[in-house]
């Protein structure tokens, strides 16, 4: 109706100043409906305000989710490669960085890894065990070299042939941070690349080939004499480097089996008292020294 004063809906619609108030209405009419204009307005502003909020909280998570993946990047497993063959070189190091290491050097010899080695610091090396100048037993002198001057490396050292000597060469001084696989082994990608981790993170590997050419040589006066055929089985592959979880896999028991034998082992060669990862490797070495 003409001269009606022109109130919004509810929400806080317009209001026409200029018109006179309505009948009964007054002051008091309009006083209500400025109150509801400005609540409106203060929960428009609220809700923004709401929004605002919520879109700075993602882009802070987002923001602190980038440090997280440069973190991971960073923190990939380092390797430097010896192999005076370069198809070899460059296979190993394609098998490796598919499997999330970071190849950091590559060299034909001795010389040039541990050059590779006091400049990049690799968590980890793979070594040919035959380099240039006498295609003999570079690799295993290298990495005894290694482990000397730079003891947190850990060395994998490759062979085109299964060469027990040369094992125990390497092993004679210990079992950590250490590794003596055929080459025959990178055909298992995935095995290839857990074994050279294991041994960047202070764990070894010993090709089974080896393991099982070493359980074979019968000595006399041998102290595994006193383990049953599955407590020397389960050391052999205490041996190669297998967690408790593996070795249970691999013979198609219970980790709680594999517990209980390894329990005995450390009785039966009177290893009782020493703390458990250290126990661990003084079975491992005496395995290797009895065969």
Known sequence: MKGDCKLGDEHGGSLDRGAPPA???????????????????????????????????????????????????????????????????????????DAG??????????????????????????????????????????????????????????????????????????????????KDRIADIDEFADSVRRVAQGGSALDPSIVGLLVARKRRSSPLEVLSAREKEVLGLMAEGRSNQAIADALVVTPRAIEKHITNIFEKLGLGSAVEDHRRVLAVLTFLRAN
């Open 101 to 182: 290491f970071e190849v950091v050097a590559q060299g034909e010899n001795a010389v040039d890894l541990m050059h590779a080695i006091a400049t990049f610091k690799p968590d980890v090396a793979v070594v040919d065990i035959r380099m240039p100048p006498t295609h003999t037993d570079e690799g295993v002198r290298a990495a005894r070299r290694i482990r000397e001057a730079h003891p947190g490396v850990g060395v994998v050292v490759l062979s085109q042939h299964a060469e027990p000597e040369y094992a125990m060469e390497l092993l004679s001084e210990g079992t950590e941070g250490v590794g003596y696989l055929l």
């Open 23 to 97: 009948a009964g209405g007054g002051p008091i009419a309009l006083t209500r409906q400025r109150s509801r204009l400005r609540a409106g307005r203060s929960l428009g502003l609220a809700r923004v305000s709401q929004a605002a909020a919520r879109t700075t909280a993602g882009a802070a998570s987002r923001t602190a989710a980038q440090p997280a993946a440069t973190v991971a990047r960073v923190s990939a497993l380092r390797v430097a490669i010896a192999d005076d063959s370069a198809l070899m070189r460059e296979g190993v190091a394609r098998v490796l960085e």
